[in-house]
């Protein structure tokens, strides 16, 4: 008796920059991991139209440490396109976190054309509203002008982030 719930196990493919992780991100995490028995955070490795801030190996080492305490979560990284990724890994779905109704738009079509290139859902999860106007952009963007984004981002992420404002003043 399973209580008409499916046993299949589910893996899904939670894809970004992640340049840096924030808790808008983690919070998506958590609730995926919930729902998926199997979540793959793949983090882009060239992201399109900006060079992201941190290497692969900043962003993959901020990733797995802010998840070590997520069992079924595993971090990982592709090139090139999300849907040769996800079938590649033979997913069931790629998950995306939806902040605002402008992000819908853009999230729409490329949700289309990943469907339509591999046969592969995604499915959106509304980001929690206190993290509805977080983005990397925006706290780099205030971190690198001395703001304080310690409510925007895990300390790991903070850390990473003060070291290497050091060392861009020492450079
Ligand atoms: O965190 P981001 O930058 O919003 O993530 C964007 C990402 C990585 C999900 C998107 O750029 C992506 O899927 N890139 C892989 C290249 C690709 O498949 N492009 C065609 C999309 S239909």
Redesign the pocket.
């Known amino acids: 008796m399973n209580n008409g719930r499916s046993a299949r196990p589910t893996r899904a493919i939670y ?5 840096p992780l924030t808790n808008g991100h983690l919070d998506v995490i958590e609730r995926a991991a919930i729902a998926f028995s199997e979540l793959v955070v ?1 983090i ?1 490795v060239n ?2 139209k900006r060079n992201p801030m941190f290497t692969l190996e900043e962003r993959e080492q901020m990733l797995k440490e802010c998840v070590a305490h997520i069992p079924n979560v595993r971090v990982d990284h ?1 090139r ?6 996800v079938q590649a890994q033979d997913a069931d779905v790629i998950v ?1 976190g939806l902040r605002v109704v402008s992000d819908f738009e853009s999230e729409m ?2 949700a289309l ?2 469907r339509s ?1 591999s046969n592969v859902d995604t499915l959106f999860l509304m980001s929690d509203a206190k993290f509805s106007f977080v983005s ?1 952009s925006l706290v780099k963007e205030v971190f690198f002008l001395g703001g304080d984004v310690s409510p925007f981002v895990p300390h790991v992420v903070l850390d990473v982030m003060s070291s290497k404002r050091a060392a861009l003043k020492r450079s």
Do not use: E, H, I, R
């Open positions: 894809p970004g920059s992640f340049d793949a882009v992201p399109q592709f090139g396109l999300l849907a040769d990724y995306k079509s490329t054309m990943n290139l990397s």
